[in-house]
């Protein structure tokens, strides 16, 4: 049961992932909304992963790059979800790039709009010390480019 359900999850992230990377960055919205669905994706995966075994999976999650990725993504859901956080407050803000080739969706672009997560000091959080994933967010997410915290999170799930 546990593998096929994990299965269902995986296969649920990788869909929601691909339709992100094929949304058209000068639509926020939609941006937006597919942002979140991949991060309640993340999250489902890592409910499965803890329910298995959470001492484990934690100090596994923790000693990786890719794995503190995804804390500090889920750190920045549960804003959200638990925080009722509005997700306009928290959601990746876009900067305006030009100059450089940027990929995007596989394909080159010279000019447009590229999303960056926001700094842990411009969220609304209340007890920044009640979590560690706290910590991980603002090391391994902020201010980094929407796809890469997303994308690491992504193979460290698909690694267990």
Not at 52 to 78: P, Q
Request: glycine content about 6%; overall charge negative.
């Amino acid at each position: 049961m546990r593998a096929r359900k994990a299965a269902r999850h995986e296969a649920g992230l990788t869909a929601a992932l691909d339709r992100l990377r094929s949304v058209d960055p000068n639509n926020s919205d939609a941006v937006w909304q597919a942002t979140f669905e991949v991060l309640a994706w993340l999250y489902l995966c890592e409910e499965a992963e803890e329910r298995h075994d959470v001492v484990a999976y934690r100090a596994d999650c923790r000693a990786t790059e890719d794995g503190r990725s995804l804390a500090g993504l889920i750190w920045l859901r549960g804003l959200v979800v638990h925080e009722q956080a509005d997700f306009d407050d928290v959601a990746p803000v876009p900067v305006t790039w030009g100059g450089e080739p940027v990929t995007w969706s596989g394909e080159p672009v010279t000019w447009g709009v590229e999303f960056v997560w926001r700094a842990r000091g411009d969220l609304p959080w209340r007890d920044p010390a009640k979590d560690e994933r706290v910590e991980m967010y603002e090391a391994h997410v902020e201010s980094d480019g929407l796809l890469p915290p997303l994308e690491r999170a992504h193979r460290y799930l698909l690694s267990r």
